[in-house]
């Protein structure tokens, strides 16, 4: 198991090795990176913004906004960059919630009017203004953010009160950045004590135990006032307001027949990690890992009536079905099967399960298979390494020795590592969506979700070992831009992510009219861009900058402004005096060409695959297939040539199966599993 020193170790490399790919200040690249995490987990929404305002007496580097919980967060960090873990004394903590506090009391008084009105600052105190003026704030967060630690007393320091408004402090340091690797890689999450009533099921599995109790509205509004959209990591949807008929129907039962809530409404489907029993009285007293899978919407409903309508929830009570996961490294899986299973109030995308779509595991299996030519005079080749789920590039080296840890690292060093998020801001910008990727890292990661999940159901060979290359070169783009904004003499601070995500559009849009394509493999090769892709890059980028940075009259919020798709169809209309050289480009045949080759490769790479599935899966499990079918003969509908051969391996009369007999029991095999069976 990695210990503190260890995880403060990797998580100090991977912070600069993000800033030097990036070109970002080590601070800027710290906060970014640890306010990835706390969303992550929940502890801050989808809108949370980077934005620099320092003054005598005023320091903020951030701020968060949740409309749900009506909780403003003001972030601010105190990065030390230093090889061993340093303590955050108790005035340094005390200097920065002054000024955080500080700033949030001149944002209500209007602080805004006196700021330049380009900066990402001057939307920052804009919007808390207003927030403020039309009273959708009960709370203020004041955060600070450090790679230190803090004694414990001084993490959770007694709230305050401005006006009406409660002034909560917290310390993020590095033990709790510890905490939420541990929790994602161990059974370490967080715990609910409660009191409730439950009813054991008695259910014949290994994998999971089931329990059916109920919540009363007060609990369900306390645990969610507490926890937030912590509950909802693994949901596949997000609360979609009072907008559909069926929330409609939500707050009128609240309202005007709470009493009828359990009769009327499905209730909650949950899962843990583990909970613990009163064995006298028969209740749950505490839920560890607590995740509402189906019922995110009834949970909020009940939330935001009690929150913003003032209603009395006293008399409701919603229904829980709770099952506790045994076995974690299941539980994603799990969840997705019962969050597809489940009844469902509002329609669910397929993409909405893309958690365990079959595209990770094929973007992982690239990785590890795929070399790196060694560029640079360097003799030794690495790998790009693909991270699915946050720690995992760390966790895959817990248990090595130290010379075998050395050998990952240089195989696999830390300014290639990439995870799913950038990969969805690289995709999406070139895609020419930069108002999605300027939308924030959680809605970009939907919508290319969305697209792969389309593109695989089109075509199930659509994710070849040039897709994975390609995909890498385009990440290879997004961080060298990201580099050449950031050291631009014409860069005055402000709006990079949006000024990237729109350049890369735009290259990709002018590019596009001419009916070829841009040949990604030179990128691949050389790990780098080519000189006189930088040179046009460099041109458009600065046009961006200008363009973005001087919105049209009604749109004074920058940052609101890059998010609408009228931002960027006024980009599109930049006439720049662009040629790009033809050694970057491939024609349509070229393209095709390839496409052809990619997936004729791929197609063989899938049958040894399936052979070797076949093989290694053992004879009980065709067993309990062979009998599901034989048992349900009439429905199944399996060809008298399915059932022969699914009979023979059964019974261990088909030893190494050709690749015909593989492909059709790798079927029956897929098909018994979506249909429930557990295998």
């Not at 403060?8 to 906060?31: T, V």
């Amino acid at each position: 198991m990695t210990n503190l020193h260890e995880f403060h170790e990797d998580f100090l490399q991977s912070i600069l090795s993000d800033a030097e790919s990036r070109g970002l200040m080590k601070p800027q690249a710290f906060f970014e990176n640890v306010c990835e995490e706390l969303l992550s987990i929940g502890d801050l929404t989808k809108n949370y913004t980077v934005a620099e305002y320092t003054k005598r007496g005023i320091e903020v580097h951030g701020y968060d906004f949740d409309e749900e919980r009506k909780i403003v967060s003001l972030l601010v960090h105190q990065f030390f960059q230093e090889e061993e873990i340093q303590t955050l004394t108790k005035n340094t903590i005390n200097v920065k919630f002054n000024r955080l506090k500080a700033f949030f009391s001149k944002c209500t008084q209007s602080i805004y009017q006196h700021m330049e009105e380009t900066s990402e600052a001057y939307s920052m105190a804009y919007n808390i203004h207003q927030y403020h003026r039309s009273n959708q704030i009960d709370k203020a967060r004041l955060i600070i953010l450090t790679d230190g630690r803090a004694t414990r007393n001084l993490i959770e320091l007694p709230s305050e009160r401005i006006g009406d408004i409660e002034i909560e402090f917290r310390v993020v340091d590095i033990e709790y950045l510890y905490k939420i690797y541990l929790s994602e890689s161990t059974n370490t999450g967080f715990e609910i004590d409660v009191d409730l009533p439950c009813l054991k099921i008695n259910a014949k599995s290994d994998g999971y135990e089931s329990y059916l109790s109920f919540l009363s509205g007060p609990i369900i509004a306390e645990i969610y006032d507490k926890f937030g959209q912590k509950l909802f990591e693994q949901n596949v949807r997000t609360f979609l307001q009072f907008r559909g008929n069926v929330n409609k129907g939500l707050r009128n039962t609240i309202e005007y027949v709470p009493e009828m809530f359990f009769a009327y409404n499905n209730g909650i489907t949950a899962t843990a990690s583990s909970v613990d029993l009163d064995k006298e009285t028969k209740h749950i007293t505490k839920i560890r890992d607590f995740q509402i899978v189906n019922g995110g919407q009834t949970t909020s409903a009940i939330y935001a009536a009690q929150k913003k309508t003032k209603a009395d929830i006293s008399a409701v009570a919603v229904q829980m079905k709770l099952s506790v996961v045994k076995h974690r490294e299941k539980q994603d899986e799990f969840v997705s099967k019962v969050a597809e299973y489940a009844n469902t109030q509002n329609k669910i995308n397929k993409s909405d399960f893309f958690s365990n779509s079959p595209f990770h595991k094929e973007m992982k299996n690239y990785s590890k298979r795929i070399w790196v030519a060694a560029i640079g005079g360097s003799q030794r080749r690495t790998h790009w390494f693909y991270e699915r789920v946050r720690g995992e590039y760390l966790n895959e080296q817990a248990y090595l020795t130290k010379a075998e840890r050395k050998k990952f690292q240089l195989e696999n060093p830390k300014q290639q590592l990439f995870d799913k998020t950038f990969l969805s801001k690289s995709e999406n910008a070139w895609m020419q969506k930069p108002d999605v990727v300027s939308k924030g890292a959680q809605y970009s990661f939907s919508k290319f979700a969305k697209n792969i999940t389309d593109k695989i159901e089109e075509d199930n060979l659509a994710i070849t070992e040039s897709f994975f290359k390609d995909a890498v070169a385009r990440v290879i783009l997004f961080r060298s831009v990201e580099k050449m904004v950031s050291r631009a003499t014409w860069y005055n601070g402000g709006f990079r992510a949006q000024t990237v995500a729109y350049t890369i559009a735009y290259l990709s849009f002018i590019i596009d009219k001419t009916g070829i394509y841009l040949n990604f493999d030179i990128i691949w090769k050389n790990q780098c861009l080519p000189h006189s892709l930088v040179k046009i890059l460099e041109c458009v980028s600065k046009a961006i900058y200008y363009q973005i940075t001087t919105p049209p009259e009604g749109f004074a919020n920058i940052s609101q402004w890059a998010k609408q798709n009228l931002c960027w169809q006024s980009i599109q209309k930049i006439d720049l005096d662009i040629s790009i050289d033809q050694e970057l480009l491939i024609n349509k045949e070229q393209q095709k060409y390839n496409k052809r080759k990619d997936k004729k490769n791929k197609k063989i790479d899938n049958s040894i695959e399936i052979q070797a599935f076949v093989v290694t899966t053992d004879e009980k499990t065709w067993k309990r297939i062979f009998e599901y079918y034989q048992k349900h003969k009439e429905t199944s509908r399996l060809s008298p040539m399915q059932m022969d051969i699914l009979r023979k391996k059964a019974t261990g009369n088909i030893a190494i199966p050709s690749e015909k007999q593989s492909k059709i029991l790798y079927k029956l095999y897929k098909q018994a599993e979506s249909e429930g069976i557990n295998l």
